[in-house]
C-alpha cells in the first residue's frame, strides 16, 4: 500500500514537471551547476597545483627521500611475501571439503541465514558455551582448540610469528612516519589533501605499501541448528596477543622443567631491550637514530633461527633495514 502512493506521487510530480517545464527545467540547470561547477573548478585548480613550478621544485629536492621511502615499501613487501603468519588450526572441519551441503527445507524457510564456516582452519565449530568460555579465557581456549601445544617446538613458531608481526608493524609505522614528513614539506594546499590524496603522492612518486598487517585471526563460532542465530568470540593475534601467548606457553613449558623455561622470551619487551642496550644503533654499519631520525632498526638474531639459534640476549643485535636486508638476502640464497 504504500508502495502505491509513493508511486501516485511521483506521477503526480512527472506531470507537473512536464506542464511546467519552462520553470522546472531553469531551476534543474541551476542546481546542477551548483552541484558540478565547484567540482570543475577544484579540478582546474588540482592541476594548475601540480604542474606549478613550486610544487616541481619541491618534487626535485625530496627525491632522495621518496626513494628511501619507495625502497623500504619495497622491503615491506618482501617480508610480507617470506613470512608465514598463521600457527595452529582448528580441529573441526579438516575433512569438511569431502562433503557437499545442501539446504533442503521447503515452504520458503530461510534456514541458511547463518551458515558455519566448517571449511576455515582458523574457525572453530563449537557449542555456545565453548564461545563464551573463550571470550572469558582467550589463550586458554586457543590452545585448547587450535592445537596449540606447550612445546619448545611451538614456542620457538609462535616467537618467530610474534618477530615477523612486530618487523611488519614497525616498518609500516616508519612508512607512515616518513609519508607525513613527505607531505609536511609540500605543505599543499588543504583540498589537495582532502580530495585528490592518493593523486598527490602518486605524482610526487610515493609508492603507497599495503598498511594491512596479516594478524592471523581465530574464531570460536556457534552456529544454531535453524541457522537463525550465531554468535562468535574472536582473538587477533597482535603484538599484545602473541606477547601474552609466549608468556603462557612459557609459564606451561616451565612447570615441565625444559629448556626454553629459562631462556629469554621474544616479546616487544625484549626486543626493545636490544635496541636500548646497543644504543638504537646499527651493529654492522654503526648508522644511528641519532644521525638519522627516521631509520628503521630491527633485532636481527646473529645466529638464524633456521639454523639453529635461539632468542638468547646474546644471540640478538640491532641492524638497521639495510643492513638486515643484505643479510636475510644472504641466508635465503644458502638456503635455497
Ligand atoms: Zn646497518
Known amino acids: 500500500m504504500p508502495y502505491l502512493i509513493l508511486a501516485g506521487v511521483l506521477v503526480f510530480v512527472i ?4 506542464q511546467y517545464w519552462y520553470i522546472v527545467l531553469p531551476i534543474a540547470l541551476l542546481v546542477w551547476a551548483i552541484a558540478v561547477a565547484p567540482r570543475v573548478i577544484r579540478h582546474i585548480r588540482k ?3 601540480f604542474s606549478s613550478d613550486e610544487f616541481l621544485a619541491r618534487k626535485d629536492a625530496i627525491a632522495a627521500v621518496v626513494a ?4 623500504i615499501a619495497g622491503y615491506t613487501a618482501e617480508m610480507r611475501a617470506r613470512g608465514s603468519f598463521d600457527i595452529g588450526a582448528s580441529s573441526t572441519g579438516s575433512h569438511a571439503h569431502l562433503a557437499t551441503y545442501e539446504n533442503t527445507s521447503r515452504h520458503g524457510y530461510r534456514r541458511d541465514r547463518n551458515v558455519a564456516e566448517f571449511g576455515a582452519s582458523n574457525v572453530h565449530n563449537c557449542s555456545l558455551q565453548v564461545v ?31 618477530d615477523g608481526i612486530a618487523r611488519l608493524e614497525n616498518a609500516v609505522a616508519n612508512l607512515q612516519h616518513r609519508e ?8 599543499p594546499p588543504p583540498f589537495i589533501l582532502r580530495y585528490y590524496e592518493d593523486e598527490f603522492m602518486s605524482h610526487v612518486g610515493v609508492k603507497l605499501p599495503e598498511v594491512r598487517i596479516p594478524y592471523p585471526e581465530y574464531r570460536f563460532e556457534y552456529v544454531s541448528a535453524g541457522g537463525n542465530s550465531s554468535q562468535r568470540t574472536s582473538l ?8 601474552a601467548l609466549i608468556e603462557a ?6 612447570f615441565s622443567k625444559s629448556a626454553a623455561g629459562q631462556r629469554a622470551l621474544m616479546t616487544a619487551k625484549l626486543r626493545e631491550f636490544i635496541k636500548r642496550r646497543d644504543g638504537y644503533a646499527c ?7 641519532a644521525a638519522e631520525p627516521n631509520l628503521l632498526l630491527e633485532v636481527d638474531h646473529i645466529v638464524p633461527v633456521s639454523r639453529g639459534g635461539l632468542s638468547e640476549v646474546t644471540n640478538l643485535q640491532t641492524l638497521c633495514w639495510r643492513c638486515n636486508r643484505t643479510k636475510s638476502n644472504k641466508v635465503v640464497a644458502v638456503n635455497l
Do not use: W
Request: overall charge positive.
Open 15 to 18: 506531470v507537473l514537471a512536464i
Open 47 to 49: 592541476n594548475r597545483y
Open 68 to 71: 628511501e621511502h619507495n625502497a
Open 132 to 162: 563464551r568460555n573463550a571470550a572469558t579465557d582467550p589463550l586458554k581456549y586457543v590452545m585448547k582448540y587450535f592445537e596449540i601445544k606447550p612445546t619448545e617446538e611451538t614456542l620457538a613458531d609462535v616467537e618467530r610469528l610474534g
Open 180 to 187: 607525513n614528513q613527505i607531505v609536511g614539506s609540500f605543505n
Open 236 to 243: 587477533s593475534f597482535n603484538t599484545p596477543t602473541i606477547d
Open 249 to 254: 606457553l612459557s609459564q606451561k613449558i616451565k
Open 283 to 289: 651493529k654492522s654499519c654503526s648508522v644511528s637514530v
